[in-house]
């Protein structure tokens, strides 16, 4: 089972460069629970990098810059299929 609704959708998210930017995000219900990963811009993030952590349904991204701003969707997926939860922009100045 994975439901269609998002518990919670990322929210935009104005940062100046060099701060940290946080956007949060709780899968749909679904069994088994499912896990999530995030895609910027349509292309799935790489958490392996350094700047960028993903807790939970928190996706932090340490010292950003000007290249980390566009479109974050979270995306919740287990057997059963995967959903995209509405995109949130990140802005950075």
Not at 51 to 71: E, F, V
Request: one cysteine or more.
């Amino acid at each position: 089972v994975l439901r269609d609704d998002f518990r919670q959708n990322p929210t935009d998210v104005v940062v100046a460069a060099g701060e940290p930017a946080i956007l949060e995000c709780q899968p749909p219900r679904g069994h088994p629970e499912p896990t999530i990963y995030w895609k910027k811009d349509k292309v799935r993030l790489d958490d392996r990098e350094e700047r960028i952590s993903i807790r939970g349904g928190k996706l932090m991204i340490s010292n950003t810059r000007k290249s980390d701003a566009g479109m974050y969707t979270c995306v919740g997926t287990n057997m059963v299929g995967e959903r995209d939860s509405d995109p949130a922009e990140l802005t950075v100045f």
